[in-house]
């Protein structure tokens, strides 16, 4: 459960968070720097192996690589989908000089299927230390999301309230 302005909890136990600049709705559109509101699974996680050792949980997992991205160009084919960089429209990168994606977990939101202008590249990843507002996504410290993501099973969904 996770509860504006930034707290999530998970087994009893309350972790600090990051969430969107523009907090948290329901009516989420791509680019509004909102988190989304609602119940969604957790897809899968990718990490950086030359940073993450030891990775445990029981989502599918994949080692990033220098040329990973997320599409985010609402007009395109593969939008709210994993692409390989160099990409011909708008792309994220996903290995990135700062911690922040070091580990991130995929949220299943806007993604079966994938609807234009309605959100891309939501995740749960590492936050800075100041716990600094996302674009979207939810944050939190490597340790906690470490923690939590050792439990979490295929089934579990991360829900989010409306601010």
């Not at 969604?40 to 990490?47: G, W």
């Not at 007009?75 to 011909?88: A, E, G, R």
Request: aromatic share 8%.
């Amino acid at each position: 459960m996770v509860l504006p302005p930034g707290k999530l909890i998970w087994q009893g136990k309350e972790y600090q968070c990051a969430l969107g600049k523009s907090g948290t709705r329901e009516n989420k559109t791509e680019g509004d720097k909102a988190t989304p509101a609602g119940c969604f699974l957790l897809r899968e996680v990718f990490f950086r192996p030359d940073r993450i050792k030891n990775l445990k949980t029981d989502l599918p997992v994949k080692a990033l690589t220098r040329d990973d991205g997320w599409c985010d160009d609402s007009k395109n084919k593969n939008y709210n989908k994993f692409v390989k960089l160099p990409y011909p429209t708008s792309a994220e990168a996903l290995w990135r000089k700062d911690n922040l994606y070091d580990v991130l977990a995929v949220v299943g939101y806007n993604d079966s299927p994938p609807l234009p202008g309605k959100g891309s590249a939501i995740f749960t990843h590492v936050t800075d230390k100041n716990y600094s507002p996302t674009d979207g996504c939810i944050a939190l410290a490597l340790p906690d999301l470490l923690e939590i993501l050792r439990t979490v099973k295929k089934e579990t969904l991360i829900c989010i309230n409306p601010d």
